[in-house]
């Protein structure tokens, strides 16, 4: 299984770049993309592939799934809560990370247009506010998947943490001192 989990590894590490340029049309002036986490909807017989990026007013959602990709522009007043737990006894993916977004009230959600611009097929589709009706259907997770296990760095926690506390939405970490232990530990052996 290792070696199978390090080419997954590698295959989102490369896909970073892609839910970048899916996310990018999204921003809103200034905004841009800092921090970034990757996984999969399940750790096993996965479905989908997930990207959370940050910029300071918006977490982006970029999932791909055998038929197509979304983007989301999520602003952090429109989420709910949102939790991540860290798996001691997992080697591969260890953070598992939950969304809820309110599904009716602050901030305006936004996605990518279907299609193209007419006579523009390399230009984005420019990015639209979600109707009520989908943005109720995200919230229950219809569209695309809102949890899974993903691979996040200290520098992700922590630049979420301070974006959802400035933001007034709760977020719960559970398992951080666990995961600096166990990074601590593969440090130790890659030294030895």
């Given at each position: 299984?290792?070696?199978?989990?390090t080419?997954?590894?590698?295959?989102?590490?490369?896909?970073?770049?892609e839910?970048?340029?899916?996310?990018?049309?999204?921003?809103?002036?200034?905004?841009?993309?800092?921090?970034?986490?990757?996984?999969?909807?399940?750790?096993?017989g996965?479905?989908?592939?997930?990207?959370?990026?940050?910029?300071?007013?918006?977490?982006?959602?970029?999932v791909?799934?055998?038929?197509?990709?979304?983007?989301?522009?999520?602003?952090?007043?429109?989420?709910?809560?949102?939790t991540?737990d860290?798996?001691?006894?997992?080697?591969?993916?260890?953070?598992?990370?939950?969304?809820?977004?309110?599904?009716?009230?602050?901030?305006?959600?936004?996605?990518?247009?279907?299609?193209?611009?007419?006579?523009?097929?390399?230009?984005?589709?420019?990015?639209?506010?979600?109707?009520?009706?989908?943005?109720?259907?995200?919230?229950?997770?219809?569209?695309?998947?809102?949890?899974?296990?993903?691979?996040?760095?200290?520098?992700?926690?922590?630049?979420?943490?301070?974006?959802?506390?400035?933001?007034?939405?709760?977020?719960?970490?559970?398992?951080?001192?666990?995961?600096?232990?166990?990074?601590?530990?593969?440090?130790?052996?890659e030294?030895?």
């Open positions: 299984m290792p070696i199978l989990h080419l997954k590894q590698t295959v989102l590490d490369l896909g970073r770049g839910a970048k340029a899916k996310a990018k049309p999204l921003t809103v002036g200034d905004e841009s993309l800092d921090r970034s986490a990757a996984g999969l909807d399940s750790r096993l996965e479905r989908a592939v997930m990207f959370w990026l940050m910029s300071d007013r918006a977490l982006f959602l970029v791909g799934e055998d038929t197509m990709d979304h983007a989301f522009r999520i602003p952090y007043e429109a989420i709910a809560d949102m991540l860290f798996d001691e006894n997992a080697d591969f993916l260890p953070w598992y990370v939950r969304l809820s977004v309110h599904a009716v009230g602050p901030g305006s959600i936004t996605r990518l247009e279907s299609g193209n611009p007419p006579g523009q097929p390399l230009q984005s589709p420019p990015p639209v506010p979600l109707t009520d009706v989908e943005r109720g259907r995200l919230a229950r997770g219809e569209v695309v998947p809102l949890a899974g296990f993903v691979a996040c760095s200290p520098r992700f926690r922590g630049a979420l943490e301070r974006r959802m506390e400035l933001a007034g939405s709760p977020l719960t970490i559970t398992g951080a001192d666990a995961a600096e232990r166990s990074a601590r530990l593969g440090r130790r052996r030294t030895s």
